[in-house]
């Protein structure tokens, strides 16, 4: 372990010469098992890349507690082998989304033609009947101007989290409002 986090260039090229093959292998064989099938050959090499830069970034820089405890062989596969599943998690994530939800940041709503103190209240009533945290989420955006990284932050609640409820929210009140524009209104 002393010979990866080593400082000299020699014994560090030396050492991750001998462990990063292994630690590949190890990587592709759980990727295999996890996603499967050749139509996900590409995924899994670009989610074992992910991981293994990420293990090895974390190794070296001892970024965490958790990598600055990692003091045999064993536990470096298990360290690269739990980042790796939490890359494939997220790829399953990712793949769950539709379009609107995988988007970087949410759209400014164009201001709606109507602006009346009814419409208003129609639509605040529209953003209540929301699952929580959206109603919240969206106020925090729409009403109080924050960012999507400052809710994130002030939620303490991962960024694509943020944007999925955001997307799910608007498709929401989206569908909600168009059925008020339709004659007869919107119906309870």
């Known amino acids: 372990m002393q010979a990866l986090?080593?400082?000299d260039p020699g014994i560090s090229r030396r050492s991750w010469a001998q462990a990063y093959p292994l630690l590949w292998e190890a990587a592709q064989r759980l990727a295999r098992r996890l996603l499967?099938?050749?139509s996900h050959e590409h995924d899994r090499e670009d989610l074992c890349a992910t991981a293994m830069q990420q293990f090895v970034t974390g190794l070296v820089q001892s970024s965490s507690e958790s990598f600055n405890q990692i003091s045999t062989w064993d536990d470096c596969l298990s360290m690269m082998r739990h980042i790796l599943r939490l890359r494939v998690l997220d790829?399953?994530?990712a793949q769950g989304r539709n379009r609107e939800d995988a988007m970087e940041a949410v759209p400014d709503i164009p201001t709606p033609p109507r602006t009346d103190a009814a419409s208003l209240s129609e639509l605040l009533a529209l953003v209540d009947e929301l699952d929580p945290p959206k109603p919240d989420l969206l106020r925090d955006r729409f009403v109080d101007g924050y960012s999507t990284d400052e809710i994130a932050q002030r939620r303490q609640m991962n960024r694509n989290t943020v944007v999925s409820h955001f997307a799910q929210g608007l498709r929401y009140l989206r569908s909600r409002l168009e059925k008020l524009e339709q004659p007869g209104g919107l119906q309870p």
């Open 5 to 7: 986090r080593s400082t």
């Open 36 to 38: 499967a099938g050749d």
């Open 91 to 93: 790829f399953f994530r």
